[in-house]
């Protein structure tokens, strides 16, 4: 059972989390967890602990956040196809989810190592792969506060033969992970751009995967082969992985092929939750990534960054 305790140490664990929206959304009177926040607050009222319970549950808070365990979410971003917007994805969900004061690991599971060139990360001395093929640590880089980075570069490419020829090679990062989740909220893992060891080593790994799809039939004809392999895994390695959803990406609200498109891919795939949030098109992502910036930094104001911070409140009410 929640308790007033509870409730202050969890908001003043998330400084993101702004009070008057929560009070409102828990249909408290104003100020109410404002003075309880306070160092000589007054005790909330017994009649609104479960109303404000509800509402926390939304932003992470569990059981057993006050008894000092805590699991990170594993989540793989994930499509085999290229270009959908994996890595933008990866970088923005990761800042906004890191803005609420949740601890983030981004991990670069691409041989291209884009995600790790995003942060102006070349030849890193050490790589994720390195920690997969030998009794390493998974290295982590600090990026900014409440974020971190495993990074990779091209020659990860040349040593996933020997990963697929370990023993265990599928569970090595799920046994990396389990070493190190304790330390964060979300792991966020940069899957390549197809369905290889390095994806499934991911997916294994992962309580669940958002699949970002462009609104265009290239990105449909795929998503089939995807959702197999993810089958495939749920029977064999991973009975508790969970789709989080589909995250439209690059959209241009004004074509009717895109809004036709998503419609397509809803009613193909009706099992499979589609996220409210839309990614849309914009040159703002492409000057971030010219610039190798997350959207905050580069484009604060700009819509896709807020549309980014949509969708990290959007999977925290997921929880």
Same mark, same amino acid.
């Given at each position: 059972?929640?308790?007033?305790?509870?409730?202050?140490d969890?908001?003043?664990?998330?400084?993101?989390?702004k009070?008057?929206?929560?009070?409102?959304?828990?249909?408290?009177?104003?100020?109410?967890?404002?003075?309880?926040?306070?160092?000589?607050?007054?005790?909330?009222?017994?009649?609104?602990?479960?109303?404000?319970?509800?509402?926390?549950?939304?932003?992470?808070?569990?059981?057993?956040?006050?008894?000092? &365990? #805590?699991?990170?979410?594993?989540?793989?971003?994930?499509?085999?196809?290229?270009?959908?917007?994996?890595?933008?994805?990866?970088?923005?969900?990761?800042?906004?989810?890191?803005?609420?004061?949740?601890?983030?690991?981004?991990?670069?599971?691409?041989?291209?190592?884009?995600?790790?060139?995003?942060?102006?990360?070349?030849?890193?001395?050490?790589?994720?792969?390195?920690?997969?093929?030998?009794?390493?640590?998974?290295?982590?880089?600090?990026?900014?506060?409440?974020?971190?980075?495993?990074?990779?570069?091209?020659?990860?490419?040349?040593?996933?033969?020997?990963?697929?020829?370990?023993?265990?090679?599928?569970?090595?990062?799920?046994?990396?992970?389990?070493?190190?989740k304790?330390?964060?909220?979300?792991?966020?893992?940069?899957?390549?751009?197809?369905?290889?060891?390095?994806?499934?080593?991911?997916?294994?790994?992962?309580s669940d995967?958002i699949?970002?799809?462009?609104?265009?039939?290239?990105?449909?004809?795929?998503?089939?082969?995807?959702?197999?392999?993810?089958?495939?895994?749920?029977?064999?390695?991973?009975?508790?992985?969970?789709?989080?959803?589909?995250?439209?990406?690059?959209?241009? #609200?004004?074509?009717?092929?895109?809004?036709?498109?998503?419609?397509?891919?809803?009613?193909?795939?009706?099992?499979?939750?589609?996220?409210?949030?839309?990614?849309s098109?914009?040159k703002a &992502?492409?000057?971030?990534?010219?610039? #190798?910036?997350?959207?905050?930094?580069?484009?604060?104001?700009?819509?896709?960054?807020?549309?980014?911070?949509?969708?990290?409140?959007?999977?925290?009410?997921?929880?």
């Open positions: 059972m929640i308790t007033q305790e509870k409730i202050v969890f908001i003043r664990s998330r400084p993101g989390l009070i008057p929206p929560l009070e409102k959304e828990a249909g408290i009177p104003p100020q109410t967890l404002s003075k309880a926040l306070l160092a000589n607050a007054t005790n909330i009222p017994k009649k609104h602990l479960s109303a404000i319970e509800t509402v926390l549950r939304q932003y992470g808070y569990t059981d057993t956040f006050n008894n000092g &365990v #805590k699991s990170a979410k594993v989540l793989s971003i994930v499509n085999h196809k290229g270009g959908v917007g994996k890595t933008t994805t990866v970088i923005n969900l990761a800042k906004a989810l890191s803005l609420y004061g949740l601890r983030v690991l981004m991990i670069d599971m691409d041989s291209q190592g884009n995600l790790s060139q995003c942060y102006n990360i070349h030849e890193p001395n050490t790589q994720i792969i390195d920690s997969l093929l030998s009794d390493a640590e998974i290295p982590v880089l600090p990026i900014a506060d409440n974020l971190f980075l495993a990074p990779s570069d091209i020659r990860m490419a040349a040593r996933e033969s020997d990963l697929m020829n370990s023993i265990g090679s599928e569970r090595r990062l799920t046994i990396k992970l389990n070493a190190i304790d330390q964060y909220d979300y792991v966020l893992i940069d899957c390549p751009p197809s369905l290889g060891i390095c994806t499934t080593c991911s997916l294994v790994a992962s995967c699949v970002p799809i462009q609104a265009e039939a290239s990105a449909y004809h795929g998503v089939a082969n995807l959702l197999n392999h993810i089958s495939d895994i749920r029977t064999f390695a991973n009975p508790s992985l969970n789709i989080k959803g589909f995250v439209f990406t690059m959209i241009d #609200k004004r074509l009717n092929l895109h809004a036709d498109m998503m419609e397509h891919i809803k009613n193909s795939f009706q099992g499979i939750n589609v996220f409210d949030t839309i990614i098109q914009s &992502v492409k000057e971030s990534q010219v610039a #190798k910036e997350d959207l905050y930094t580069s484009h604060p104001s700009s819509t896709p960054w807020n549309q980014y911070k949509a969708l990290a409140t959007e999977l925290l009410k997921l929880q």
